[in-house]
């Protein structure tokens, strides 16, 4: 048995040092995505349709290597390791140790566009050879929202998970904002989701609304903060479309989708030899989407102004 | 050609963890879990020192300083407290994750240029460029290297006899007069010192420390662990130390084959498992049988 095993070991050896043999394309572009998650996944679709709209067509002129890394930072590194050897055009990012990852392989030699990073600074990723959109929640219409919805509210209450350094960001911009808006904001900080039912308790009692990130351990578990709110009657307000869909009231959110493709076509930029990344600095996405979910506001007595109305998408099933 | 590169480095980085590992689990059979705080603590002392400019050979000895103070911990709970070993060192992986957040301020925390171990001004004039693609390389190498042969040395030092007596034969210790708690301790001290120091060049390595970067970590020291030991089971001559280096490298290479040949994310951890129950059940098979032999 041990003889079976050393062998197929040592023959799984000599597979790797086998170039890999593929004709060329005119543009080859690695992808390397942190985990699988819908608004990660929505990011690649919107990058590779953006890619497409500026004429660089997957299965065309365009090959596509695709990696995901299962949320793992060794992984995230081999993988960023893969495509600077097989000699990608360019590399994106998405997700921030992704981004740092593949930043860190390049080593400024093949260009690096990032998505769905949320602070390019914070993850020290904005010099060099390198570009991309941050995912930066429009924090500022999310306040605007709460007040034109509660205007008696003071306390909003964020959950987040202290690992994640996305959230961290996000908590800075709301505290920075909340009080142009007379808000407080109050956090809750977990590790892992387990300590969410307990969490959420202690929070619900100090505040008038629940606001979310784009926070993924808690976005994960948001079914049990909906119900917990649900029974005392506070809302709960999203980031994005998936989250009004399953309970939030409501949310000024991003569309990964755009973000995606905004990142494409600076790709494209790049691909094209049109721009240096180096030289393309990174962009926030402007435009925010509102979405509501009209069921979930009848029920906690709600009403959207009319001016916001008329831009609102009702997703409510 | 850089696949391999990048194999080697990250093999020889967790070359280190495995020998650390080898400690605990195969010389003191204690199945020690506080590596998976340990690697990042070693990370995030090293991300903070060098991030606020203290020269990186410091960074390092402090990240050690860190792990083998962990290693305390781990051992005096166990030890002193009479907590099962398992749990001990649960216990500290928990607490160390609240530790690592604490030292590094927040949750991801980039050094990319900075003076590291790898980029600095010696190193940077030393090399002659055609070396330059294998400066990281060599200077893991070398970092490994040395850590090799003080392990293998220490252990043949008296206090390393018996470090490896107490794994084998407590009683031989007991009877030497020695205390084998007091051993036990040390043992878990330099096996996690260790992993500190992995965790201190692997951050300056891809330049960012993460805090999630711990999770797994035992997991793939024990691979690394079991696959040298039982490849190299026959080879007397080959030190433990070696042999579970050699696991290491080849373990990095699985996982990066398993990449490049289109592996599904999704089913890498399975994989993963299934590759290691199979490697544990090989090495349990040949226990039973030397033992039928005895």
């Not at chain 1, 009080?179 to 008038?208: C, E, M």
């Not at chain 2, 006899?161 to 794994?167: F, N, P, Q, S, T």
């Not at chain 2, 043992?187 to 797994?216: D, H, P, T």
């Amino acid at each position: 048995m041990k003889r079976i095993f050393i062998a197929i070991i040592a023959s799984l050896m000599v597979l790797a040092l086998l170039p890999g043999c593929s004709p060329r394309s005119e543009y080859v572009v690695g992808i390397g995505q942190f985990g699988p998650h819908a608004s990660l996944d929505n990011c690649r679709e919107g990058f590779i349709a953006g890619l497409a709209e500026e004429g660089i067509v997957e299965g065309e002129n365009l090959t596509i290597d695709y990696q995901d890394a299962n949320f793992d930072g060794g992984t995230s590194n081999l993988i960023a390791s893969a495509f600077v050897s097989s000699k990608v055009d360019l590399i994106c990012g998405i997700a921030t140790p992704m981004a740092q990852a593949a930043y860190n392989a390049a080593e400024g030699k093949i260009p690096v566009i990032f998505t769905a990073v949320t602070d390019p600074v914070m993850a020290g990723i904005t010099e060099g050879n390198i570009t991309g959109t941050s995912d930066m929640l429009p924090v500022e219409a999310q306040l605007k929202l709460i007040r034109a919805l509660m205007p008696d509210a003071t306390k909003i209450g964020i959950m987040y998970t202290t690992s994640e350094v996305n959230s961290e960001s996000a908590i800075a911009v709301y505290e920075d904002l909340a009080d142009d808006y007379g808000f407080d904001i109050i956090t809750s900080g977990i590790s892992v989701s387990a300590d969410i039912p307990l969490a959420i308790d202690g929070l619900l009692a100090k505040v008038d609304c629940i606001t979310n990130l784009t926070d993924n351990t808690v976005v994960g578990s948001l079914p049990i903060i909906l119900e917990a709110a649900n029974e005392k009657g506070i809302p709960v307000f999203g980031s994005e479309i998936e989250q009004v869909k399953i309970g939030c009231a409501a949310a000024e959110g991003l569309e990964y989708y755009e973000l995606g493709k905004q990142t494409g076509k600076m790709a494209a930029k790049v691909l094209k030899g049109e721009a240096e990344a180096s030289d393309i600095p990174y962009e926030i996405i402007s435009e925010s989407f509102l979405y509501i979910n009209s069921t979930v506001m009848a029920e906690l007595g709600l009403t959207l102004p009319s001016d916001m109305a008329d831009r609102a998408e009702d997703v409510a099933e | 050609m850089d696949m391999l590169i990048s194999i080697l480095e990250q093999g020889l980085i967790f070359a280190i963890i495995a020998m650390g590992v080898y400690i605990t689990y195969k010389i003191l059979d204690f199945p020690d879990l506080s590596v998976d705080g340990t690697y990042p603590l070693g990370a995030a002392i090293t991300a903070t020192m060098i991030a606020s400019g203290i020269n990186p050979l410091l960074a390092m000895l402090a990240a050690i300083a860190a792990g083998a103070a962990a290693g305390l911990v781990t051992g005096l709970i166990h030890v002193k407290l009479k907590v099962r070993d398992l749990l001990s060192g649960i216990i500290t992986m928990t607490a160390l994750y609240s530790v690592n957040l604490h030292i590094a301020g927040k949750a991801n925390l980039p050094i990319f240029n900075t003076t590291t171990i790898f980029n600095n001004g010696i190193v940077n004039t030393i090399f002659p460029a055609f070396l330059e693609p294998y400066k990281t390389l060599i200077i893991i190498f070398l970092v490994a290297l040395a850590a090799k042969l003080l392990l293998d040395w220490y252990l043949k030092t008296k206090s390393g006899y018996l470090l490896r007596a107490v794994g084998d034969n407590p009683a031989v210790v007991t009877s030497l007069a020695n205390d084998k708690g007091t051993i036990k301790i040390i043992g878990l001290m330099i096996s996690n010192a260790l992993v500190a120091l992995a965790g201190s060049v692997m951050c300056q390595q891809q330049r960012f420390f993460e805090v999630q970067m711990g999770i797994g970590t035992i997991v793939i020291g024990l691979a690394a662990v079991i696959i040298g030991i039982t490849l190299f089971r026959k080879l007397r001559r080959v030190k433990p130390t070696t042999a579970v280096a050699v696991g290491s490298i080849l373990y990095k290479a699985c996982v990066a084959l398993a990449i490049t040949y289109g592996l599904s994310a999704t089913d890498m951890k399975l994989v993963t498992a299934v590759l290691f129950l199979l490697i544990l059940v090989i090495a349990m098979e040949r226990r039973s049988r030397r033992k039928k032999l005895a």
